[in-house]
């Protein structure tokens, strides 16, 4: 217990703190737009017991990657197509780029919901396109998935099982009780539900990124290089200022059409 109780593990278990709380921001999102998919009156326990689901798998995959780092890192399959693609795949690479696209290919198809709708009054109950349960395995799968990537970035900090383990109940702990907070948020401003769903786009291009770099990735000869965090924040950080700004340029835009007389 004493060698737990040090200055060390203290302050990684600040650093962690706010690594999950910086990465865990793109998984909260997420759950906040799919949970809409759900009935409308059990969107709340899909939250809930998708997140909780995910905190106790999360800790499994913990213990699964610590007890077997050195045999993930063995590819599994490589690829020799030279000129056209080249790479060396192992358990990490796949979860990345499969996750990378899937959340790709839910951003665009979300997108593409939204250009769709005639009657944004009525837009609500396209969403309860699915079960809870369905709702909930995914929450949970792509919770994994956001998880791998946290988990890897904490152990390059610390490889003490309880400090890493705390630091992962409690990002979990402040997903369950700001989730519900997120998603009324954007069921009331739908203007940035498009603004999160692009977000979402680019986190996709991060894991796909990340995934190619970490397999040596290379198509038509050109290497795949991962988006560092700094250019993921300032791509973010743009798309928020852009939409900020262009909302209130609108607002303006509004104003004075109202206040013009009708001309007929």
Do not use: C
């Amino acid at each position: 217990m004493a060698d737990l109780l040090t200055f060390e593990n203290f302050a990684n278990l600040g650093v962690l703190l706010f690594l999950q709380a910086v990465l865990g921001f793109d998984n909260l999102l997420y759950i906040s737009i799919e949970s809409q998919r759900a009935p409308k009156d059990k969107q709340k326990a899909v939250r809930r017991n998708g997140i909780l689901i995910a905190i106790a798998l999360r800790i499994v995959l913990l213990f699964v990657i610590i007890s077997l780092i050195k045999k993930l890192e063995a590819p599994f399959f490589e690829v020799h197509w030279e000129g056209v693609i080249e790479g060396a795949f192992n358990f990490s690479t796949i979860v990345f780029l499969f996750g990378g696209a899937f959340i790709m290919y839910t951003a665009i198809k979300e997108v593409r919901h939204l250009l769709s709708i005639d009657d944004f009054h009525h837009a609500g109950k396209s969403k309860e396109s699915k079960s809870a349960a369905q709702v909930i395995a995914l929450i949970v799968f792509m919770n994994l998935i956001f998880s791998f990537d946290s988990i890897l970035s904490a152990l390059a900090i610390t490889e003490v099982f309880v400090v890493l383990a705390i630091a992962i109940v409690s990002s979990g702990v402040a997903m369950l009780l700001l989730a519900d907070r997120v998603t009324d948020f954007i069921s009331k401003n739908r203007k940035y539900e498009v603004l999160g769903l692009f977000i979402l786009f680019i986190v996709g291009i991060v894991l796909l990124g990340e995934g190619g770099h970490e397999a040596h990735l290379k198509l038509f000869g050109f290497e795949v290089h991962p988006m560092s965090k700094a250019t993921f924040y300032f791509s973010v950080a743009v798309l928020v200022i852009v939409d900020v700004i262009q909302s209130g340029y609108q607002k303006k835009l509004d104003a004075v059409k109202a206040a013009q007389p009708n001309r007929h």
